[in-house]
Structures are given as C-alpha cells and as structure tokens.
C-alpha cells in the first residue's frame, strides 16, 4: 500500500511564503522522482516542480527563482519551499511520486490561497 500525505497549504497574503510537505509511505518500495503538481480552477493540472533521488530539479517557469523543492530521501519525503507568493499561484497542490515497481501515485491535494 503507497500513501502520500500532504500538509502546509493555506491562506497567505501576497508576497508571502508557504512550506509545503508530503510524506509517502510505501511499505519498503522505493521512490524514485518527486513533484509537486497544481490546478487552479477552470485550468489543467501543471507541474510546478521535481526532484530525482539524486537531487536534480526541474521547475515550471512560473515559479523559477520564488520556489524550491527539496527531499529527504530516508524520510520519503518532499517538500516545497515557496516564497514570493502571488494570487496567481492560488490553486490545489497535489504530491506526486513514482514508487518502483508500483506505479505513480498522488496525494490528496492541499489548497493555497494568496490573497489580500
């Protein structure tokens, strides 16, 4: 059984920051990469970043230079850094992780908001 269970969203005024965590339990499978993916209303779903097991990232143009995703690889856990908060960023943030030999998986999503 993979669970992946989400915490940090809230209401923050813009400019502000935010630390998103997302622990995976996977009864002993190992977790490749991991991400952050978000959907605003009306919109498609979008990555807004990823981290290998090695630490390579990748970020969505949007958030360069604002956010920072990072992991503990002992913990299975990841966690998004994001400072410089806009209302555009508003949206519910969803974990991602690709468990060896299981698949991907998603967590339950986790709702920011930044307004005034």
């Known amino acids: 059984q993979v669970q992946l269970v989400e915490s940090g969203g809230g209401l923050v005024q813009p400019g502000g920051s935010l630390r998103l965590s997302c622990a995976a339990s996977?009864?002993?499978?190992?977790?490749?990469?991991m991400g952050w993916y978000r959907q605003a209303p009306g919109k498609e779903r979008e990555l807004v970043a990823s981290?290998?097991?090695?630490?390579?990232?990748n970020y969505a143009d949007s958030v360069k230079g604002r956010f920072t995703i990072s992991r503990a690889n002992a913990k299975n856990t990841v966690y998004l850094q994001m400072n410089s908060l806009k209302p555009e960023d508003t949206a519910v943030y969803y974990c991602n992780a690709a468990v060896r030999f299981r698949g991907e998986y998603w967590g339950q999503g986790t709702q920011v908001t930044v307004s005034s």
């Open positions: 981290i290998t097991t090695g630490g390579t990232t």
């Open positions: 996977t009864s002993g499978f190992t977790v490749n990469a």
